[in-house]
């Protein structure tokens, strides 16, 4: 919805939401109740419903309801939804009460990939309350030494040398250890604190590269993850910019990479910060390459350089025949496309 709002204007996000709320109300019975609770949220009322098998019947029919296509302005635009389910088996329950598990429970289905609904339960409210305590050390540790970087080594097996680094965030979180960001990026990626994480972990990794430079007399280059949400919330090519201003680095020792699935929701919206980047001197690269969507047919479209192969790949070699087929497959592809490969080890 904020993808339609930003590329094609407020008046196509409406429009876009009428379609969407008449496709539920035609899923839904007549007495139910359909109302839009702000944004790109609709809250379904379902009177009489004692059976979750009821409820999960409801939740499927909405999202086949989805599936097709919506045209705005003559754009074809693929819709899904997040639904949460939440019964109020005994009629104990406050609207407000029931309200909060149905939301607890679409950002479960959210989380496991959308386009699919989630029933709540009392283990999902337990793990929303950690995930509160989470977000709130999250909160107080960007910023701090808490978030560190561990630099993996790129090496170029042609030449035997170290080519440059990737920078690894971990969180230090005091009493808990190091947190992997396994279990802490997508908390920051829903709640926005990915931008403020983000532009930290640029800066770190831009200074320890300009230490280095100091130290050795040539800057490498360093690899920096990038979420598609700072794409989407931020202005990162004057962030980019002013960190290398900076840390008085030259753009070309940048590197930053997005996941297959970011450079795809992106390009929705259009590829113009990653054009600027690609122009400055940045370089791009897909992430954890094979493991999306895999479509060849899109680099091409693609301001990148460099495509890493997922370690899932790697670590089969050479005894899986099926890996290593698909591994030169994709070298095969590099190499006419005249994009560099990085095997993740």
């Known amino acids: ?17 009428i379609e969407v709320a008449q496709r539920i109300l035609k899923a839904v019975r007549p007495a139910d109740t359909v109302a839009r609770l702000g944004g790109d949220e609709f809250v379904i009322v379902l009177e009489d419903i004692h059976d979750l ?18 045209n705005v302005r003559g754009h074809s ?8 389910i939440a019964l109020n088996q005994d009629g104990t329950m406050d609207g407000e009460e029931l309200l909060r598990h149905a939301d607890i429970a679409m950002y479960r289905a959210k989380e496991k990939g959308r386009a699919r609904f989630e029933v709540f339960d009392l283990e ?6 950690m ?4 977000e709130t050390e999250l909160r ?3 910023g701090t030494n808490e978030i560190l ?6 090496v170029d097996l042609e030449k035997r040398i170290v080519a440059g680094f990737e920078a690894l965030v971990r969180w230090n979180q005091p009493g808990r250890g190091m947190i992997s960001p396994a279990d802490f990026i997508p908390l920051a990626e829903e709640t926005g604190l990915i931008c403020a994480l983000g532009r930290q972990v640029l800066y770190q990794a831009c200074r320890q590269n300009r230490e280095w430079k100091d130290q050795f007399g040539e800057p490498t280059v360093m690899s920096v993850n990038l979420s598609v949400y700072q794409l989407q919330r931020e202005d990162v090519v004057s962030m980019v910019r002013d960190i290398l201003t900076d840390t008085k680095l030259p753009p070309s020792t940048l590197k930053l990479e997005l996941t297959e699935g970011a450079f795809l929701d992106y390009s929705k919206g259009g590829l113009d910060a990653l054009d600027e980047l690609k122009a400055m001197g940045v370089g791009l690269s897909i992430d954890d390459f094979g493991t999306g969507y895999s479509s060849f047919g899109y680099l091409g479209k693609l301001p990148i350089e460099t495509i890493k192969l997922d370690r899932s790949f790697i670590m089969g070699l050479p005894e899986d025949p099926d ?21 993740e080890g």
């Open 1 to 17: 919805f904020k993808m339609v709002n930003d590329t094609l204007g407020h008046a196509a996000g409406d429009q876009m939401l």
């Open 53 to 70: 098998r009821n409820a999960v019947i409801v939740a499927e029919r909405v999202l086949s309801s989805l599936d097709e296509e919506i």
């Open 77 to 84: 635009i693929n819709t899904n939804a997040s639904i949460g």
């Open 124 to 129: 999902m409210h337990s793990r929303t309350v």
């Open 131 to 134: 995930m509160m305590r989470t």
């Open 140 to 142: 107080r540790a960007i």
């Open 149 to 154: 970087l561990h630099y993996q080594p790129v």
């Open 323 to 343: 890996h290593a087929a698909i591994s030169k497959a994709i070298l095969a592809m590099a190499q006419a496309m005249d994009l560099k490969v990085i095997a």
